[in-house]
């Protein structure tokens, strides 16, 4: 059974401060996403990680995928209050090459304060 | 600029009804999908289509079932709703192909059953 791990669940951080999301999976995927989830809110698609050793950057988060590990970290560099959201992996299971079934992460409620 | 709708943000219904909730997207996409989410659990996936009259069981299938008639409304359906079916159901739709796209995710439903 394919398990996506992220840790923390929960991550109270100061304004300024660098911090790194982790998620593990147990399973050979090499395609996984990150997504934004504001309170009350659906999710928004953050980055979408397609080969060993991909990056990618969007202003203060920065993604990366190393398969091999099967490990994917969500970094955030100099925090501000407008991050605060819980954020999800996700791998995908790639059924017959098309982008199906998606395993999501419990999630990371991440809380910037001043 | 990609739309998923749901047809309803809030609803609250009784034990033993059926409950429809439906799901648009005007992307032309193959893919839809139905979730739902709780606090702690993440995102389950409850159905999935790759194409009309098509339809895959996800993680979570027990209680409910699902339709898609036309490619662009993906219905999920509550035979019989119970109290343990309340929670945010969200609906998302991706592209089918070996170029990988992320999957585009609706409002939600927040489905309250007395």
């Known amino acids: 059974e394919l398990k996506v791990e992220q840790n923390p669940l929960f991550l109270s951080m100061q304004e300024g401060k660098n911090y790194t999301i982790y998620c593990n999976y147990s399973?050979?995927?090499?395609?996984l996403y990150w997504y934004r989830q504001d309170p009350g809110k659906s999710l928004e698609s953050l980055f979408v990680l397609l080969s060993n050793g991909a990056v990618k950057q969007e202003g203060r988060l920065m993604a990366s995928l190393d398969t091999k590990a099967r490990l994917s970290t969500l970094h955030i560099t100099a925090a501000v209050h407008d991050l605060s959201a819980t954020y999800f992996c996700a791998v995908d299971l790639n059924y017959g090459g098309s982008q199906g079934n998606l395993i999501f992460g419990k999630g990371t409620k991440l809380s910037v304060k001043p | 600029d990609v739309k998923v709708t749901q047809s309803s943000r809030y609803l609250v219904k009784r034990t033993g009804e059926k409950v429809f909730l439906e799901c648009v997207q005007d992307m032309d996409h193959e893919n839809m999908f139905w979730y739902r989410q709780d606090p702690g659990l993440g995102l389950r996936l409850i159905y999935f289509s790759y194409d009309v009259k098509m339809k895959e069981k996800g993680d979570i299938p027990e209680g409910y079932s699902v339709s898609r008639e036309k490619k662009e409304r993906f219905s999920l359906i509550l035979e019989s709703a119970s109290t343990n079916q309340t929670s945010m159901y969200l609906c998302a739709s991706s592209a089918f192909g070996f170029v990988t796209d992320t999957q585009y995710f609706g409002p939600g439903t927040r489905l309250t059953v007395l």
């Open positions: 399973t050979t995927s090499d395609r």
